[in-house]
């Protein structure tokens, strides 16, 4: 158990539909990352947030959107769905604002299928 | 543009011996940092070695070591006395400093008793 908790584990929905997944970091850290794995496209990185604010953003479509609470929880918007958004989606907590220095530790994932 | 190539999708192992994934990369920086995550049939990520491109001596963390050669932009990964529990799937990602990961494919390592 790395520390790190997804909600919900299963998502189903359909296509145009808009959903959020929830991440809480492990206890300290204060770094989350998002990422999206799927079949076609692999691993991607979409976002980062360090303490509050936007710290790096990768492959991350318009119609997606995150933030990161006071309390440093993240929830990760996915709107306008498409049968392509269907995917495994990770969460990561670190300590601080880097991955070169700090171990990222990821949550079990949100699976979330499009139909 | 930065990519991570793993060309090799699956690879084998004796239970005892050791193998050795490789990895490719691309990057116009100097500055960047080179990861090897595993994730078991579990689908947990976890970090198995991190590798600073400032540094030249190889990371090694027990029965885990890399070779990074940064002027071939190779990034190796060599697991020595193989054990079950080593079977899942490796990537390959490089980070620069300030941007984003980029992931390669994966390997997929069998794990030969």
């Known amino acids: 158990d790395s520390g790190v908790t997804q909600t919900p584990k299963h998502l189903i929905t359909a296509t145009g539909q808009r959903v959020t997944l929830r991440c809480s970091p492990r206890s300290g850290d204060l770094s989350v990352y998002w990422y999206q794995q799927s079949l076609d496209q692999g691993l991607q990185f979409l976002i980062q947030?360090?303490?509050?604010?936007?710290?790096a953003k990768g492959n991350i479509l318009e119609r997606f959107s995150a933030q990161q609470f006071p309390d440093l929880h993240s929830e990760l918007n996915l709107s306008s769905l498409e049968l392509g958004d269907s995917a495994l989606y990770f969460c990561?907590?670190?300590?601080?604002?880097?991955?070169?220095?700090?171990?990222?530790?990821f949550g079990p994932g949100t699976r979330l299928t499009v139909l | 543009a930065q990519t991570v190539t793993q060309s090799q999708p699956e690879m084998s192992v004796q239970e005892a011996e050791t193998v050795t994934l490789s990895c490719t990369y691309d990057?116009?920086?100097?500055?960047?940092?080179l990861f090897w995550y595993k994730q078991p049939p579990s689908r947990q990520m976890i970090l198995v070695i991190r590798q600073e491109a400032y540094k030249q001596q190889n990371a090694t963390e027990n029965r885990f070591s890399v070779n990074f050669q940064k002027a071939a932009k190779s990034f190796s990964l060599k697991i020595s006395d193989s054990q079950l529990g080593d079977a899942a799937m490796y990537f390959c990602?490089?980070?620069?400093?300030?941007?984003?990961?980029?992931f390669g494919t994966g390997t997929s390592l069998t794990v030969i008793p």
């Open positions: 990057t116009s920086e100097s500055d960047y940092y």
């Open positions: 990561a907590s670190s300590l601080g604002g880097g991955p070169s220095t700090d171990t990222q530790y």
């Open positions: 990602a490089l980070y620069r400093f300030g941007n984003q990961f980029y």
């Open positions: 947030y360090y303490n509050g604010e936007e710290r």
